[in-house]
């Protein structure tokens, strides 16, 4: 599955994470990602018993955070298409994925592996500016998503009161806004952007219900 590249045409490891540099990607986004993982969650609110899909699950630490809410009773799907982390996702999930109760695809959000409307909800962490197809990548999301079925993107950004850059932060707001506006085409309302702060940067999310 084809992702954005950077402007000498290599694909960034953030976004497709492989061999020795991706393993160190890896471990950085589990390091730097819970405060916005975390935010993705307490907007999302996966229930018990419902079923939830994380669209690039890098080390796989949000999808096992979801599995505990979801419980026996739920389930939970993702995918990434960097083979590095659904290998490190699978291990992680592995009594999960041998019981039922989750599985995680090597795939890309312009083909999710999984039926229609099969979640109650998505998210996607620090991820979706890789999208290779923003609005068409919203209808496959869609797809997927039962009638009302909500999505969560939540990005890194800055504190508009602190002058950095760290990860790329000081693009967050320009692509929630690029989200937002993505989304009535693809099929979703708009229902809220919140945001919390995680250290010196802010977790923005986007709150979406399909129609």
Not at 35 to 43: I, S, T
Not at 96 to 105: E, L, T
Not at 140 to 164: F, H, I, S, Y
Not at 180 to 192: C, N, Q, R, S, V
């Amino acid at each position: 599955m084809a992702v954005t590249c950077t402007e000498d045409g290599s694909i960034p490891q953030w976004g497709d994470p492989r061999g020795t540099w991706g393993r160190l990607a890896l471990i950085a986004m589990a390091a730097k990602n819970g405060g916005n993982n975390q935010a993705a969650l307490e907007a999302l609110i996966p229930r018990a018993g419902e079923r939830i899909l994380e669209i690039g699950v890098g080390p796989g630490l949000a999808l096992k955070h979801t599995l505990r809410k979801v419980g026996r009773k739920g389930f939970v799907g993702g995918i990434d298409h960097s083979p590095l982390a659904v290998k490190r996702t699978q291990a992680r999930l592995a009594r999960a994925i041998r019981d039922g109760g989750a599985q995680v695809f090597e795939a890309g959000v312009s083909d999710i592996p999984f039926k229609d409307e099969c979640f109650d909800g998505a998210f996607a962490v620090n991820s979706f500016q890789f999208w290779p197809d923003l609005e068409n990548d919203l209808i496959e999301v869609a797809r997927v998503l039962r009638p009302k079925g909500r999505l969560v993107l939540t990005q890194r950004a800055a504190n508009k009161d602190v002058k950095m850059d760290l990860a790329g932060a000081k693009s967050g707001w320009a692509r929630i806004d690029m989200g937002a506006d993505a989304l009535p085409k693809a099929g979703f309302k708009l229902m809220e952007v919140v945001d919390r702060p995680v250290g010196r940067l802010i977790a923005a999310s986007i709150i979406a219900q399909k129609l």
